[in-house]
Nanobody, 117 residues
């Protein structure tokens, strides 16, 4: 599975950005697709994901600010980020997980999000 991300950039605190991740395959019911992020000097952390059934899950620190959605026709997942804070500054990575018949993980190249104060 190949992943192509877009939408990162520089934004002021309180602003919004929308990230996109296009996959080279359609999601199966057991597949997962979502976003992680890695700030300088920190470990990569989970942000949000959606599974093939449409169910989504968020990290606590983005609940109410970020929304993950998908366009099945385009094999694309979006991450709409509102009320951005300087702490949201990181490289955001798209991740695709195939769970059947065995677990395989795929990562995108990452897109930089910088939030200025």
């Amino acid at each position: 599975v190949q992943l192509v991300e877009s939408g990162g950039g520089l934004v002021q605190a309180g602003g919004s950005l929308k990230l996109s991740c296009a996959a080279s395959r359609s999601m199966f019911l057991n597949d997962q697709m979502g976003w992680y992020r890695q700030a300088p000097g920190k470990q990569r952390e989970f942000v949000a994901f959606v599974i093939g059934t449409g169910l989504s899950t968020y990290a606590e620190f983005v609940k109410g600010r970020f929304t993950i959605s998908r366009d099945s026709a385009k094999n694309t997942v979006y991450l709409e980020m509102n009320s951005l804070k300087p702490d949201d500054t990181a490289v955001y990575y798209c991740k695709y997980v195939v769970n059947y018949p065995r677990k395989i993980e795929y990562w995108g190249q990452g897109t930089q999000v910088t939030v200025s104060s």
